[in-house]
C-alpha cells in the first residue's frame, strides 16, 4: 500500500520554499535548479519512517550502506554541470535514490544512469515511473566502467568517491564535456570539474566533500 503524502505539513510549498531559500543562502544561484529542487518530491525517494525530514538540508540513509545526498549537495553538484552548456546527454554514475537523477532528468534531454546495487535501481526505476519520467534509461553496472554504449556524453556526474579518477569516464566525456566528481578516500574527498578541450584535460578542485566510496562489482 503506497503513502499519499499531498497535503501533509512536510511536503507543503513553504516547507519546500524554506528548503530552497536555504540553498539560495549557501550561494545557488541558477532559477531552473532552483526551481526543479522546489519541486521535486524528495519525500518519495527516502523510507517512509525519514519523510518528515526529506525537505531538511542533509543527507539521509536509504539502505544498502548508501545515502541520498543533501539538497545542497544535489543543487551545487548540478549548477555546475550545466555550466557552459547546454549538456543535454548525461551520464550519471551511482542511481541511489534516484533523487539526482530525476532532478537532472527535469534539466535535460536525456539521463543514462548507472547503479551496482540492483534493489536501489529496482526501487528508482518506480519512482521514476510513478513520476512520469520517460527520458532516463538505466543500467545495473559497475560504474567504474561508465556507460561506452551511449558515449559520448556531454557531461558525466558521479555520486560517490573514488579514490582515482576512472579512466573509461574521461574516454566517454565529450570534447567540450565536463565530469563532475568527488574523489578521495576516507581520509578526505574533493569535487572535482574535469573540462575536457579536445584531448586535454583541465582539472579544478573545488570544495572537501563526504560521499561513500566508488566500490567495484554488482550486487
Known amino acids: 500500500m503506497k503513502t499519499d503524502y ?6 507543503s510549498q513553504r516547507t519546500r520554499d524554506r528548503l ?19 519541486e521535486m518530491p524528495r519525500h518519495l ?3 517512509e519512517a525519514l519523510a ?8 539521509l540513509p536509504i539502505g544498502h550502506g548508501q545515502t541520498i545526498s543533501q539538497p545542497y549537495i544535489v543543487a551545487k553538484m548540478t549548477e555546475i554541470l550545466l555550466e557552459g552548456g547546454p549538456r543535454q546527454k548525461i551520464l550519471e554514475v551511482g542511481t541511489g535514490s534516484g533523487y539526482q537523477t530525476a532532478v537532472l532528468s527535469k534539466l535535460v534531454e536525456r539521463v543514462y544512469s548507472v547503479e551496482r546495487i540492483s534493489p536501489l535501481q529496482n526501487q528508482a526505476r518506480e519512482r521514476f515511473y510513478q ?5 532516463i534509461k538505466l543500467k545495473h553496472s559497475d560504474g567504474n566502467w561508465g556507460w561506452e554504449w ?15 579518477i576512472p579512466l573509461e569516464l574521461l574516454k566517454q566525456l565529450a570534447p567540450g564535456g565536463r565530469l ?5 578516500s576516507s581520509q578526505g574527498q574533493s569535487l572535482r570539474v ?8 583541465e582539472e579544478t578542485e573545488l570544495d572537501p566533500v563526504s560521499f561513500v566510496p566508488l566500490l567495484s562489482g554488482q550486487i
Open 6 to 11: 499531498r497535503g501533509i505539513g512536510m511536503t
Open 20 to 38: 530552497v531559500a536555504r540553498l539560495q543562502e549557501r550561494g545557488i544561484k541558477n532559477s531552473d535548479v532552483l526551481s526543479v529542487i522546489r
Open 45 to 47: 525517494f527516502v523510507d
Open 52 to 59: 518528515s525530514r526529506a525537505y531538511e538540508d542533509t543527507a
Open 131 to 135: 513520476l512520469k519520467l520517460n527520458n
Open 150 to 164: 551511449y558515449a559520448p556524453y556531454d557531461a558525466i556526474i558521479v555520486t560517490c568517491a573514488p579514490e582515482h
Open 180 to 184: 563532475v566528481i568527488p574523489v578521495g
Open 194 to 201: 574535469i573540462d575536457r578541450e579536445g584531448d586535454r584535460y
